[in-house]
Structures are given as C-alpha cells and as structure tokens.
C-alpha cells in the first residue's frame, strides 16, 4: 500500500464512524450553512492579488511535524495581511495534525476564501466542509474514479462550493477534467512516492484549458519560481511548508510576498503602488 491507499483507508473509517455520530440535519444547522461562499476562482485569477494561497499544516506524512506551536488565528490572519489572496486549511488529523476546530477559527477572523485541505471521498465531506466555512473544496484525481470525482463536484457546486481538482500527469488531467470543476491544481509532489518537481507543473500547463483557473502547488520556496510559473500561465500557488517551516510562518509569508511583488513590479506585471 502507497501512502495514498493508507490515507484513503484510514479516511474510509473515519467518515463512517463521524457520518454516524454527527448526522448530516446536525450539520445542516450551522450558521455557515446560510453564509455565501467567497470565490477562490476570483480572488485567485484577479491580477491586483499575488494568486498565493497559504497553507496552514502542522505535520505531513512526508516532512513529519513541520511546525508544533504555530497557532491557527496569528497565522492565518498574518498570511492575509502579508498579501495572500486565500488561505488552505489541512482538516485531516491522522497524517497531517489538522482538524475542523483550525479552518472554523481560520473562518471567524478572515474574509477570504478558504480551501478546506483534506481527502474528500464521500458527500458526507462535502457538507460538513460547508458546516465549517469552506469555500472550496479539494478533489484529489488519484484518489477517485473520474466518474466518481464528477459526481462530487457536483454535489459540492449544488451547496455553492467551489471545486479544486487536484492531477499529477496528464493521464489524470485527461481523464477526470469536468465541468464542474472551477480550479485545476498540479500538485508538484506525488502523493505516492513524494517526490517533488516543479517541471511537472510546466510540462502539464498548456493541457489545462483555459476555462479553469490554474494552480500549482507544493515544493514552491522561491520567488522566482512563481514568476516563472505566472508566465507559465499559473494565476495561483499553493505554499505550505516554506511558510510553516518558520517558527513565525506569517513573518516568512510576508517576507516572500515583499520579494515576489519586487519581482512583479520590475517584470510590469504589477505597477508600484
Ligand atoms: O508544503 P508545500 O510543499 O508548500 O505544499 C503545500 C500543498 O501543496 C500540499 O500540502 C498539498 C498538495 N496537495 C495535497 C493534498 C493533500 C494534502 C496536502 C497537499
């Protein structure tokens, strides 16, 4: 069994044993059930933003705890003021130390799209990361049947979720696009055997039509690397580690904002303000 398999099985369990506990009408109840959904497609794709989407994660199964202490309000509201355009929150508990507990306080002090980061299988999730004040959930290509995945986004569309679907090569790319998705992610790390290129994200680029908002994601330390990327075609980045890596994670996103809005300014994508 690949890491992938095991998280699949160990979230398996998990939604059966939470989906018995907690019933979807409970869910239902909350009050971010009645709030709108921020658009991470628009807040991602608009030029004036950095298209940086900052990842609070405590532990991965790759890297082992990343950072301990970091706490969820400090971060997420430093990540925004440094200049993020969105925020994702890991959910799962098992193999990366998250926990609803963190995207629901992400929630009650910022006002921006929220990706809820976690291995969705089942509508059971769909609903429950709507209960918590997501915006967007993430469908993994690797972890689901095309058909499968289709049928997810369109659950989460009907709740007014957006859609981020995550591909590693093109056979998943080709094989999962739909149109109910609203962002398409390459994940430079493979959640197989871990290893991490960013080639992977422009060798997949100019396969993802133009109608989804393209991201990449993960392995991005350097500002120059996003540029690339941008001229790439990418509107969006996905960075975790480098920013939790720090013992003040908001005090290295703003540093690398700084740096990758200099970079911006002299290339003429933005003008100085
Ligand atoms: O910490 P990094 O290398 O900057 O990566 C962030 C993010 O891309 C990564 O956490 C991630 C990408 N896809 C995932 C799917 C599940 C869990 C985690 C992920």
Redesign the pocket.
């Known amino acids: 069994m690949n890491i992938l398999d095991k998280i699949i099985a160990n979230k398996k369990q998990e939604v059966a044993e939470k989906s018995s506990l907690i019933p979807v009408k409970l869910l239902e109840r909350s009050i971010f059930f009645q709030s709108d959904v921020v658009s991470m497609k628009a807040y991602v794709s608009d030029p004036e933003r950095t298209g940086i989407i900052a ?1 609070f ?1 405590r532990k ?1 199964p790759s890297k082992g705890v990343i950072n301990a202490s970091a706490k969820v309000e400090t971060t997420s509201i430093g990540y925004m003021q440094a200049g993020a355009s969105a925020l994702s929150i ?1 959910t799962d508990q098992q193999f ?1 130390g998250g926990n609803n507990e963190d995207l629901i306080q992400a929630r009650k002090f910022n006002f921006c799209p929220i990706l809820r ?1 976690d ?1 969705i299988i089942d509508e059971y999730q769909i609903i429950e990361a709507k209960s918590i004040g997501a915006d967007c959930i ?1 469908l ?1 290509a690797a972890a689901l049947e095309p058909k499968r995945l289709e049928e997810l986004a369109i659950f989460a569309k009907s709740l007014g979720l957006e859609v981020l679907m ?1 591909v590693h090569d093109q056979e998943e790319l080709e094989s999962s696009l739909n149109d109910s998705l609203d962002l398409v992610g390459v ?1 430079n ?1 493979s ?1 197989k055997t871990f290893d991490v290129s960013v080639d992977t994200s422009f060798d997949l680029v100019n396969k993802i039509p133009n109608q989804f908002v393209k991201i990449s ?4 330390s350097k500002p120059e690397t996003l540029l690339a990327l941008k001229k790439a075609g990418y509107s969006g980045f ?5 920013f939790m890596r720090s013992s003040r994670p908001h005090q290295a996103a703003y540093n690398f904002m700084k740096a990758y809005n200099k970079a911006l300014i002299s290339e003429g994508f933005i003008q100085e303000k």
């Open positions: 990842e994660k991965s890991l990366f980061k291995f993430l993994i995550e994940n790390r959640l994601e993960s392995g991005l996905l960075i975790g580690e480098s």
